[in-house]
């Protein structure tokens, strides 16, 4: 028997019976969801789904094989997003086969059809794992520049003074950005104070100090004089125990000593209203 | 030969650097400079590097030095218009450019040789 017509017989097979497979794949998977997404939507997607499958199968058209692994992909993207497993979003697929099997059970004939179409179901659901992953990966990325964007404000205080709050651990990968950012700001306002407050920075040690030096260093090429701010005890303890020297940078317990200072420098006086 | 023009402001040096400097054009430059300064008695000398799109440790000294000449006759000398890249390279080769001021643009770098910041 030639592939190209088991694969005409078992279309023809899957055709006749397309409501009573779509049926029995939609309980099948809707088992496996637990109620996270409705009956009815499930029954359109994977409708969708089979009858682009029986097409691939009728090999009718050329762009069918193209619009099934697009739309298994959107499948498999959106159960990534909706915190499925991949394991689940995988037998939703494989799901079918057993539908299809129980039909096929008692007829004995379609034995080979249906070897040949669970060879391809097996193809499918690989692919669906892949989506699955490459669409968890992209998820993890974007969420990495979010929180690396969120991590690094500039705010301008005053006219001519930009402060950056920094939060949690300093890498030299965010310290780049920070100094990429506030040298940016420097530029863009031609501001020359910067305040760096690090009292959302858990511990400062030798490499979070060398870190900070550099922007400062790197600030005071533009011309900008920089203050840092937020020294909590513990932090003002580790730093004089482990012999860093901030050398002549100005030091600072909070924002506001930090931002009393730019002002002065910069020649102005806060006086009661 | 490509050679940085000085212009004098009243008892500014106003240098642009325009070009990709080689070892030749910079010691022309410092040879200029330093004639310059005996000549004008100029009291500051600010160096515009807004061009200036790649630097190494042979321009990180080359500024100093021209910063070391300038004090030898009096004069201070302020780095104006550098670029946050640049600034980035030069920290990162640990030069922190000693001896000279640097401002943010040409106006800040007169208004320090001015005395009004």
């Known amino acids: 028997m030639d592939a190209g017509g088991s694969r005409e017989r078992m279309a ?17 998977v809707v088992v496996g969801m637990r109620g996270r997404t409705s009956v009815e939507e499930v029954r359109r997607e994977l409708g969708d789904l089979f ?10 058209d050329d762009h ?31 799901s079918l086969k057993e539908a299809v099997y129980e039909l096929v059970a008692d007829s004995a004939d379609l034995v080979p059809e249906f070897l040949a179409f ?9 692919r669906t794992f892949e989506a699955y992953s490459a669409a968890r990966e992209q998820i993890i990325s974007d969420q990495m520049t979010t929180m690396m964007e969120l991590s690094t404000p500039v705010v301008q205080l005053w006219d001519g003074i930009i402060a950056v709050p920094l939060v949690g651990t300093l890498d030299s990968a965010r310290t780049q950005l920070v100094m990429e950012k506030l040298l940016d700001t420097l530029v863009a306002t031609g501001a020359d104070h910067a305040v760096i407050d690090i009292t959302g920075v858990a511990t400062v040690d030798t490499e979070v100090a060398q870190h900070l030096l550099k922007t400062v260093s790197a600030a005071r090429l533009l011309g900008a004089e920089c203050t840092i701010s937020g020294i909590r005890p513990q ?12 050398g002549d940078i100005a030091t600072k317990a909070n924002l506001a000593d930090a931002l009393a200072l730019a002002l002065r420098q910069a020649g102005l006086k806060v006086v009661p209203a | 030969m490509d050679r940085v023009p000085i212009l004098k402001i009243g008892q500014t040096l106003f240098v642009s650097i325009q070009i990709d ?7 022309l430059l410092q040879e200029d400079l330093a004639d310059e300064l005996s000549a ?11 061009a200036v799109e790649i630097v190494d440790s042979f321009i990180g000294r080359m500024l100093t030095m021209i910063g070391s000449i300038s004090r030898l006759f009096d004069a201070e000398t302020v780095i104006v218009g550098m670029r946050p890249a640049v600034a980035i390279t030069l920290t990162e080769l640990g030069l922190s450019l000693s001896g000279v001021r640097t401002a943010l643009n040409a106006e800040k770098g007169l208004e320090i040789l001015n005395g009004k910041a």
Do not use: C
């Not at chain 1, 009858?51 to 009718?60: E, N």
């Not at chain 1, 669970?118 to 690989?126: A, E, T, Y």
């Open chain 1, 12 to 28: 023809d097979y899957l055709r006749d019976h397309h409501d009573k497979v779509v049926g029995r794949w939609t309980e099948l």
């Open chain 1, 51 to 60: 009858t682009l499958i029986v097409r691939v199968l009728t090999k009718a």
């Open chain 1, 64 to 94: 069918a094989a193209g619009e099934l692994q697009a739309s298994l992909d959107e499948l498999s993207r959106s159960r990534a997003r909706d915190g499925f497993t991949p394991s689940e979003t995988a037998l939703g697929v494989f």
């Open chain 1, 118 to 126: 669970s060879r391809m179901i097996d193809d499918l659901g690989l």
């Open chain 1, 235 to 246: 932090v003002a303890q580790t730093i004089v125990s482990l012999g860093i020297e901030f």
């Open chain 2, 21 to 27: 400097l080689q070892d030749e054009s910079v010691m």
């Open chain 2, 40 to 50: 004008t008695g100029a009291r500051g000398v600010i160096i515009d590097i807004t």
